[in-house]
């Protein structure tokens, strides 16, 4: 069974709020609430609110148990952008957007069976894959040291983890 919530003219940025739907997505919504407690950003506040009211929907209209819930899809839309204009040198005007976002989160129910989440299961496949090259590339007796070196930099790549963005100006 699938709960659908929405939240609509939020006056963040998309871009701004999509950092933090990426780290909660495919997350069970104890971990998801817990994690939009502890994150200190703006948007935080406003899918908090999201992910209780989607909660609440689910145990009251469809009965479901909130613990028996994760997160299957949460997507970021752009809504409409207030426009204002900045004076600029010579008489001239600059625009500037205020941005606007819709965001559309459904929670699916936990199968039994299907007690790992999604992201805990790709993170065991991904290190499988990764001890799986460090072994054909150690096994191979005909590799050159700068083939090797290249396969080491290959698989230290795809073992970073995901960065929130930052901006760079102070």
């Given at each position: 069974m699938e709960v659908k919530a929405s939240l609509k003219y939020l006056r963040?940025?998309?871009?701004?709020?999509?950092?933090?739907?990426?780290?909660?997505k495919g997350l069970s919504v104890k971990s998801a609430e817990?994690?939009?407690?502890?994150?200190?950003?703006?948007?935080?506040?406003?899918?908090?609110?999201?992910?209780?009211?989607?909660m609440a929907n689910a145990e009251h209209n469809f009965n479901l148990d909130?613990?028996?819930?994760?997160?299957?899809?949460?997507?970021?839309?752009?809504?409409?952008?207030?426009?204002k204009w900045r004076p600029?040198?010579?008489?001239?005007?600059?625009?500037?957007?205020?941005?606007?976002?819709?965001?559309?989160?459904?929670?699916k129910e936990i199968k039994e069976k299907e007690t790992i989440i999604k992201k805990e299961v790709k993170d065991i496949k991904?290190?499988?894959k990764i001890e799986e090259k460090k072994a054909r590339v150690k096994s191979s007796a005909f590799v050159k040291k700068s083939e090797f070196k290249k396969e080491e930099k290959i698989i230290k790549r795809s073992a970073q983890k995901q960065k929130i963005f930052r901006r760079k100006a102070i």
């Open positions: 963040i940025s998309p871009r701004k709020v999509r950092l933090l739907t990426n780290l909660i817990a994690n939009l407690l502890h994150i200190s950003k703006r948007s935080s506040k406003p899918l908090l609110k999201l992910l209780k009211s989607a909130k613990d028996n819930l994760f997160v299957r899809a949460i997507r970021v839309d752009e809504g409409p952008a207030l426009k600029r040198a010579r008489g001239a005007a600059y625009p500037i957007r205020k941005r606007t976002s819709h965001i559309f989160l459904t929670l991904h290190e499988k």
